[in-house]
């Protein structure tokens, strides 16, 4: 096997690679489900008003909106433009695989390397957009881990680590934020990586990285504040401490979705074994609307993208043989 035909082998395997973390992504939902019975995943549902699924759904909806704007932001910095309903799409598919997949450059890089070089994005761009996005989650982590510090309660913070680690982090969370915020304002030499040159973003693009991950948190956050609300009494600057800091503990720990590092952060924060009781119903309410409904989604939308797809290249084929 030649050069030419290794390279085109090993772009088809990582462009199938996308369905398969879309199978692994659908395999961890299952399975985290099928920790709950169905009579007490249908109780969760059934007990919950339905203003309160409403206004989380519409949280969620922003939420993916917010996360499918990494890809707009990481188009921008490679100085292309493509049609709002395909970044849209490759956000939402690439989001909603790589939140239930984990290892989000892997799995939500396969989707997105799937579409894009559809939509005529060299590699080498598509790679340069999923590291951007990466920093624009990392730096986002940053600013949203000062934040969560400052607001989280005490007693929750001494129960998940010591008063020293949580000083270092924000030292940490602090240091990254300005170093990279000060390589975007000063550092202008583009940085080189296996013949791939990087350019620093500018300023505005770096604020609009801090804004949109920052939305991002804040959605996926109000999905879950909205279905305690009138269950759980909890000041909202409190919980998004806990969330922020629950949230990025779930991302770090690469266990899809966050599953049991993201209740166990909650449970302390709950310590009355009536409302843990409750909060667990709605913490089955908040993975089924923020992991599972839009896996459904994207997964329906996947197939229809495909199917519609390899209509339009049977036809195009079809009319070149009438051609000739």
């Known amino acids: 096997m030649n050069a030419r035909s290794k390279k ?5 395997i990582l ?4 369905l398969l973390f879309f199978g692994i992504a ?3 939902i299952y399975h985290q489900l099928s920790k709950y019975t169905l009579e007490e995943i249908e109780n969760a549902i059934i007990e919950m008003p339905n203003k309160n699924i409403f206004y989380a759904c519409i949280a969620s909806l922003c939420g993916y909106i917010a996360l499918s704007s990494y890809d707009f932001l990481a188009l921008k910095y490679i100085k292309r433009k493509l049609a709002v309903w395909k970044w849209v799409f490759a956000g939402f ?4 695989v790589s939140n239930n997949a984990g290892h989000a450059l892997v799995s939500g890089g396969a989707v997105r390397y799937r579409l894009y070089t559809r939509w005529r994005i060299v590699a080498t761009d598509i790679l340069k957009m999923v590291t951007f996005s990466g920093f624009t989650y990392l730096i986002a982590c940053f600013f949203l881990v000062i934040i969560g510090l400052l ?3 005490q007693h929750v913070l001494s129960n998940l680590s010591s008063r020293y680690l949580n000083w270092t982090v924000m030292i940490v969370s602090v240091a990254g934020l300005l170093i990279y915020l000060w390589g975007c304002a000063f550092y202008k030499k583009p940085i080189v990586i296996k013949e791939i040159e990087f350019e620093t973003p500018s300023v505005k693009l770096a604020l609009a990285q801090i804004f949109i991950g920052g939305a991002d948190i804040l959605m996926a956050s109000l999905v879950l504040y909205f279905l305690m609300q009138g269950y ?3 000041p909202f600057f409190t919980f998004i401490g806990v969330f922020i800091i629950a949230q990025l503990l779930g991302v770090y720990s690469q266990v899809p979705g966050g599953l049991g590092v993201f209740e166990v952060v909650f449970t302390n924060l709950l310590p009355d074994d009536e409302n843990q009781a409750m909060l667990f119903a709605i913490l089955i309410l908040y993975r ?3 992991y599972l409904l839009p896996l459904v989604l994207s997964g329906i939308a996947l197939f229809c993208y495909e199917f519609e797809w390899r209509e339009r290249k049977f036809y195009k084929k ?3 043989r009438v051609d000739i």
Do not use: Q, R, T
């Open 318 to 320: 079809m009319k070149k």
């Open 288 to 290: 089924i609307i923020y």
């Open 26 to 28: 659908a395999f961890m």
């Open 93 to 96: 598919l690439g989001f909603a």
């Open 151 to 153: 607001c989280s309660p």
């Open 15 to 18: 462009s199938w690679s996308g």
């Open 8 to 12: 085109k082998l090993f772009k088809k």
């Open 232 to 234: 759980i009494d909890v």
